[in-house]
């Protein structure tokens, strides 16, 4: 086994527990959710909430529903995540058969560039529902909804512009490699 192969294996057994682990974290993470209390925990497996109550004004206590709305609303940035690791666990399967060069896996690159993209335009969206959720049992004048758009969101979208070049990229070395394929 070549070291790429090696490489690709540890790397998609990587990627498949985070398919598995991140949504247990979340799970677990809004079940014990408590803002007054649980920093560690929330910090580790919540971090955009907890980069979003940095400043805020929880007066409540954190009800069930509450849990509930903020558990679905942190699906907003999970699933695209889910769905990376998952494309990213396919194309180091393929890595690790040592199918480098196809089709395939350009169209698997491409569509992490694009959720990538997708990540950072819910960003905005997931902070505007978290921020209005955490304080909508607040008294009225409390409740917040707060929305932002900065240099992380920017430097995601770049990172996605660039992935989705290299799908290009290797779409263009996978033409070259049919062409010289078929040229006798």
């Known amino acids: 086994m070549s070291k790429l192969q090696r490489v690709s294996s540890y790397l998609q057994q990587l990627f498949i527990f985070c398919v598995i682990a991140i949504p247990l974290l979340q799970i677990i993470s809004w079940a014990l959710f408590d803002p007054h209390t649980s920093q560690q925990l929330t910090y580790l497996s919540l971090r955009p909430v907890h980069d979003i109550m940095y400043g805020l004004d929880i007066a409540n206590p954190v009800t069930s529903s509450i849990k509930f709305f903020g558990f679905c609303a942190s699906l907003l940035l999970t699933i695209p995540s889910l769905i990376i690791f998952y ?32 990540y950072s335009i819910l960003m905005p969206l997931h902070q505007a529902v978290m921020t209005f959720i955490l304080t909508m049992n607040n008294p009225v004048g409390e409740k917040l909804i707060g929305v932002s758009f900065g240099t992380p969101n920017i430097e995601i979208i770049i990172t996605a512009l660039i992935v989705i070049v290299i799908a290009w990229v290797m779409e263009e070395a996978h033409k070259l490699k049919e062409q010289e394929a078929l040229t006798i």
Do not use: C, D, P
């Open 87 to 118: 494309l990213l666990s396919r194309l180091f399967g393929s890595f690790k058969q040592n199918i480098v060069f196809e089709r395939e896996n350009a169209h698997t690159i491409r569509w992490i560039g694009y959720m990538f993209l997708g």
